[in-house]
């Protein structure tokens, strides 16, 4: 029996990887020297994931930003914006077409959105009509020869066509992208080729087959595979999926014409009695029994039961042993971890361990002697189950108390709006941003300092506050209308309310990559959830001490928190989800309270937990709708509630957006250029809305006629005194060089725009 992992996390143990590309786009560093470091990186990985017992390592998953855009360069969609010569994109146009180019005429990124389910963004290839692919690019090849040469037993992985068509998205006129197959397939083909005799397995990505799929898309599947498989000559083929079961795609799954299909059984567990039934004979199964997605430890005496049970059907021979998907989405190593309380951290397995436990499992199932380590395993269960620490009797008294009106705001919205636009007096397109100012070098070294007690409370107060005036004033010679603090204190919008909130632990290290070379820390909820004091009131209240105009009050939501945090797997998310709730509107009451008039509730993640299946979304919806609204009706009429949204496909949850009624919501539509209020205007979305109009993702300052193009754009679809005016999302990742033209060209569009109106 083999073990195998699908992928690795892949901006190193230290996050080598961000801090050379961030040098190498600051022209610091050489592309050589950034190419070793990747190497590095990668021999590293595979030593480390070999060490720790895995057979067959994966060779592709590592990745220079993405590795769907890796995959759109590797077969040359390189669109035409980016005047390419001949489809073969250097160093330089893969990272042109990533962020984007800076500078007058600059050029847009490419869009941009989260991978399924996780908080995980890739580039969203685009495809013409006409779109021909070819082999262009080798990278895979020679890091497959990279990796045996280092004397490695190799898998190369990539994303299968399916999905890369599937999420990829037209560039200009709309058409079905899969009728690209036929000039995509010879391109893969001639990569198969090039790689038969190099290694022994391949691995197509094919996530989409834990989407809801219409029957001509999963009779596609089969011949697709069958040509690759008559190309491959003694190359293997494995299938993946993962994100959730089978569903309805697994007929064609246990059918594919290859030699292996890969499966999530942490999410699909449901499929495994069918999938042993049903599953061609020439088919090795590849059991993915260890969560690619949590960091809790594995149940190791249930995933060995599991594959017992496959190999006692299937033979041993047929059955590889693996965790649910890539672990591109938990942290590193546990080992590096040496702040944290023992107790939690004995319930913990991060991806080093992981592989870890696969091996544990494979040895296991082979009547290996793992004795020890199952003992070990058990402990660690019966100590999380029992602690005392899990448990608040508080948190369910108060949740057990909660009322249906405790669901709701006062009045409606036209009742509120009329409240809220006399009192609060702003102009006809409100000018605003999202919450963070550009963090600055001194910022962050202060909060480290802070962190690690090298300074005490009133320096670093007084450094917090220096910057929370700076942004003021920034702001009012802006002449934005509603201001912010800028977020100084925070190093993260999910990890600084965690902080703050009983139940949750942190790492020091155990950051997971959430696009490009930008990584995100989760914090961990281990219980139940509280908040002991207020959080953000002494920030806010400093922050609107020195100007006569609003400033918001900001927070992240219920569902962001849970979103982007690793959960408890031992209660429901929507369980977990309403006591973050309570937490956050105990702190939305005492802002109030201290006279915030305006308060931001970013949930950015909102549309990212929706379940990948139809049939699971609504009841999805109907808790976090209710765990937003919780979190925000306990304020008066004229206490103006604002959300956030980005990287959203909204279509799909537009009549949540409305129902968490929000008095103005602000969202990312400056990338697709205004595209997705298409749903706004189909549903009529009857509350106040900043589509973004500069993006921020990008270092290029937007124009200001272009953003007035873009107010425009909007108008047509939304109401002049529903319409706001900001960027797509929080400034923290620019500079103020950047952002100040920006903002200050933003600020005359909607003057601009304001006059033709009047
Ligand atoms: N208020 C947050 C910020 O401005 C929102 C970030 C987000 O939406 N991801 O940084
Ligand atoms: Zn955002």
């Given at each position: 029996?083999?073990?195998?992992?699908?992928?690795?996390p892949?901006?190193?143990?230290?996050?080598e990887?961000?801090?050379?590309?961030?040098?190498?786009?600051?022209?610091d560093?050489?592309?050589?020297?950034?190419a070793i470091t990747?190497?590095?990186i990668?021999?590293?990985h595979?030593?480390?994931?070999?060490?720790?017992?895995?057979?067959?390592?994966p060779?592709?998953?590592?990745?220079?930003?993405?590795?769907?855009?890796d995959?759109?360069?590797?077969?040359?969609?390189?669109?035409?914006?980016?005047?390419?010569?001949?489809?073969q994109?250097?160093?330089?146009?893969?990272?042109?077409?990533?962020?984007?180019?800076?500078?007058?005429?600059?050029?847009?990124?490419?869009?941009?959105?989260k991978w399924?389910?996780?908080?995980?963004?890739?580039?969203v290839?685009?495809?013409?009509?006409?779109?021909s692919?070819r082999?262009?690019?080798?990278?895979?090849?020679?890091?497959?020869?990279?990796?045996?040469?280092?004397?490695?037993?190799?898998?190369?992985?990539?994303?299968?066509?399916?999905?890369?068509?599937?999420?990829?998205k037209?560039?200009?006129?709309?058409?079905?992208?899969?009728?690209?197959?036929?000039?995509?397939?010879?391109?893969?083909?001639e990569l198969?080729?090039?790689?038969?005799?190099?290694?022994?397995?391949?691995?197509?990505?094919?996530?989409?087959?834990?989407?809801?799929?219409?029957?001509?898309?999963?009779?596609?599947?089969?011949?697709?595979?069958?040509?690759?498989?008559?190309?491959?000559?003694?190359?293997?083929?494995?299938v993946?999926?993962?994100?959730?079961g089978?569903?309805?795609?697994?007929?064609?799954?246990?059918?594919?014409?290859?030699d292996?299909?890969?499966?999530?059984?942490?999410r699909?567990?449901?499929d495994?009695?069918?999938?042993?039934?049903?599953?061609?004979?020439d088919?090795?199964?590849?059991?993915?029994?260890?969560?690619?997605?949590n960091?809790w430890?594995?149940?190791?005496?249930?995933?060995?039961?599991?594959v017992?049970?496959a190999?006692?059907?299937?033979?041993?021979?047929?059955?590889?042993v693996?965790p649910?998907c890539?672990?591109l989405?938990v942290?590193?190593?546990?080992?590096l971890?040496?702040?944290?309380?023992?107790?939690?951290?004995?319930?913990?397995?991060?991806?080093?361990q992981?592989?870890?436990?696969?091996?544990?499992?494979?040895?296991?199932?082979?009547?290996?002697?793992?004795?020890?380590?199952?003992a070990?395993?058990?402990?660690?269960?019966?100590?999380r189950?029992?602690?005392?620490r899990?448990h608040?009797?508080?948190?369910?008294?108060?949740?057990?108390?909660?009322?249906?009106e405790?669901?709701?705001?006062?009045s409606?919205?036209?009742?509120?709006?009329?409240?809220?636009?006399?009192?609060?007096g702003?102009?006809?397109?409100?000018?605003t941003?999202?919450?963070?100012?550009?963090?600055?070098?001194?910022?962050r070294?202060?909060?480290?300092?802070?962190?690690?007690?090298r300074?005490?409370?009133?320096?670093?107060?007084a450094?917090?506050?220096?910057?929370?005036e700076?942004?003021?004033?920034?702001?009012?010679?802006?002449?934005?209308?509603v201001?912010v603090?800028g977020?100084?204190e925070?190093?993260d919008?999910?990890?600084?309310?965690?902080?703050?909130f009983?139940?949750?632990?942190?790492?020091?290290?155990?950051?997971?990559?959430?696009?490009?070379?930008?990584?995100?820390?989760?914090?961990?909820?281990?219980?139940?959830?509280?908040?002991?004091?207020?959080?953000?009131?002494?920030?806010?209240?400093?922050?609107?001490?020195l100007?006569?105009?609003?400033?918001?009050?900001?927070?992240?939501?219920?569902?962001?928190?849970?979103?982007?945090?690793?959960?408890?797997?031992?209660?429901?998310?929507?369980?977990?989800?309403?006591?973050?709730?309570?937490?956050?509107?105990?702190?939305?009451?005492?802002l109030?309270?201290s006279?915030?008039?305006?308060?931001?509730?970013?949930?950015p993640?909102?549309?990212?937990?929706?379940?990948l299946?139809?049939?699971?979304?609504?009841?999805?919806?109907?808790?976090?709708?209710?765990?937003?609204?919780?979190?925000?009706?306990?304020?008066?009429?004229?206490?103006?509630?604002?959300?956030?949204?980005?990287?959203?496909?909204?279509?799909?949850?537009?009549d949540?957006?409305?129902?968490?009624?929000?008095?103005?919501?602000?969202?990312?539509?400056?990338?697709?250029?205004?595209?997705?209020?298409?749903?706004?205007?189909?549903?009529?979305?009857?509350?106040?809305?900043?589509?973004?109009?500069?993006?921020?993702?990008?270092?290029?300052?937007?124009?200001?006629?272009?953003?007035e193009?873009?107010?425009?754009?909007?108008?047509?679809?939304?109401?002049?005194e529903?319409l706001?005016?900001?960027?797509?999302?929080?400034?923290k990742?620019?500079k103020w060089?950047?952002?100040?033209?920006?903002?200050?060209?933003?600020?005359?569009?909607?003057?601009n725009?304001?006059?033709?109106?009047?």
């Open positions: 029996m083999q073990t195998h992992t699908l992928g690795y892949r901006i190193g143990s230290n996050r990887l961000k801090q050379k590309l961030e040098a190498y786009w600051r022209g560093v050489s592309a050589d020297d950034l990747a190497q590095k990668r021999l590293n595979w030593n480390i994931q070999a060490g720790a017992g895995v057979d067959l390592l060779v592709g998953d590592f990745s220079y930003y993405d590795h769907m855009l995959n759109a360069v590797r077969f040359g969609a390189i669109p035409e914006r980016y005047n390419v010569e001949n489809g994109a250097s160093l330089d146009d893969y990272f042109r077409m990533a962020r984007g180019e800076a500078g007058e005429n600059g050029i847009p990124a490419m869009e941009m959105t399924f389910d996780t908080n995980y963004h890739y580039i290839p685009e495809f013409k009509k006409d779109q692919f082999l262009a690019d080798d990278s895979l090849i020679r890091q497959v020869e990279e990796a045996a040469f280092a004397g490695h037993k190799v898998k190369a992985v990539l994303p299968g066509p399916l999905t890369f068509l599937m999420l990829g037209c560039a200009d006129e709309q058409f079905d992208k899969l009728n690209l197959l036929q000039n995509l397939i010879p391109a893969y083909v198969i080729e090039k790689l038969s005799g190099k290694c022994s397995w391949i691995q197509f990505d094919e996530p989409v087959l834990a989407l809801d799929l219409d029957e001509e898309v999963k009779r596609l599947f089969g011949p697709v595979y069958r040509t690759f498989k008559e190309a491959s000559s003694n190359l293997r083929i494995l993946a999926t993962y994100f959730g089978l569903g309805n795609n697994l007929d064609v799954a246990a059918h594919l014409p290859v292996g299909l890969h499966v999530d059984l942490v699909g567990y449901q495994l009695g069918l999938l042993l039934k049903t599953i061609n004979s088919l090795s199964l590849s059991l993915g029994v260890v969560d690619g997605r960091i430890r594995a149940d190791l005496e249930k995933a060995i039961s599991t017992k049970s190999c006692s059907v299937l033979g041993s021979d047929r059955v590889f693996a649910s890539s672990l989405h942290p590193f190593d546990l080992d971890e040496t702040k944290l309380d023992d107790e939690i951290k004995s319930w913990m397995a991060f991806a080093k992981k592989c870890s436990e696969v091996r544990i499992i494979a040895d296991a199932v082979s009547g290996l002697d793992v004795s020890t380590e199952l070990e395993n058990r402990a660690a269960f019966e100590s189950k029992n602690s005392s899990v608040n009797l508080k948190v369910s008294q108060q949740l057990a108390g909660l009322k249906p405790d669901f709701h705001r006062k409606s919205y036209p009742v509120r709006a009329e409240i809220q636009h006399t009192s609060l702003f102009p006809l397109l409100p000018t941003t999202i919450g963070s100012f550009p963090q600055t070098s001194e910022v070294a202060k909060r480290s300092a802070y962190r690690n007690n300074i005490d409370q009133p320096e670093y107060k450094a917090m506050y220096k910057y929370i700076d942004c003021i004033r920034r702001q009012e010679d802006m002449g934005l209308d201001l603090h977020e100084p925070r190093n919008m999910v990890e600084y309310f965690g902080e703050n009983e139940g949750y632990c942190f790492t020091s290290n155990g950051w997971v990559q959430s696009y490009g070379s930008r990584c995100v820390k989760p914090p961990i909820i281990f219980g139940d959830i509280s908040r002991p004091v207020p959080i953000t009131l002494d920030w806010i209240n400093y922050a609107q001490s100007s006569d105009k609003e400033v918001k009050g900001m927070l992240t939501g219920p569902v962001t928190i849970l979103c982007w945090s690793f959960v408890r797997d031992d209660q429901p998310r929507s369980e977990t989800c309403r006591q973050i709730a309570l937490a956050v509107r105990d702190e939305v009451a005492d109030e309270k006279g915030v008039k305006v308060i931001q509730i970013d949930e993640a909102l549309r990212e937990g929706l379940p299946r139809k049939s699971e979304q609504k009841e999805y919806l109907r808790w976090a709708e209710e765990a937003f609204r919780l979190s925000s009706s306990c304020v008066k009429d004229e206490t103006q509630i604002h959300t956030h949204m980005c990287y959203c496909e909204f279509d799909e949850i537009i949540s957006i409305a129902a968490l009624d929000a008095d103005v919501i602000s969202i990312e539509a400056s990338r697709s250029r205004m595209e997705l209020l298409g749903s706004f205007e189909q549903f009529s979305y009857p509350n106040e809305i900043g589509p973004g109009v500069y993006d921020i993702h990008s270092p290029s300052i937007p124009a200001q006629a272009d953003m193009l873009l107010l425009e754009k909007a108008l047509k679809v939304i109401p002049a529903r706001w005016v900001n960027p797509d999302c929080g400034l990742t620019r060089d950047e952002v100040e033209p920006a903002l200050k060209n933003m600020v005359q569009a909607a003057i725009v304001r006059k033709r109106l009047n």
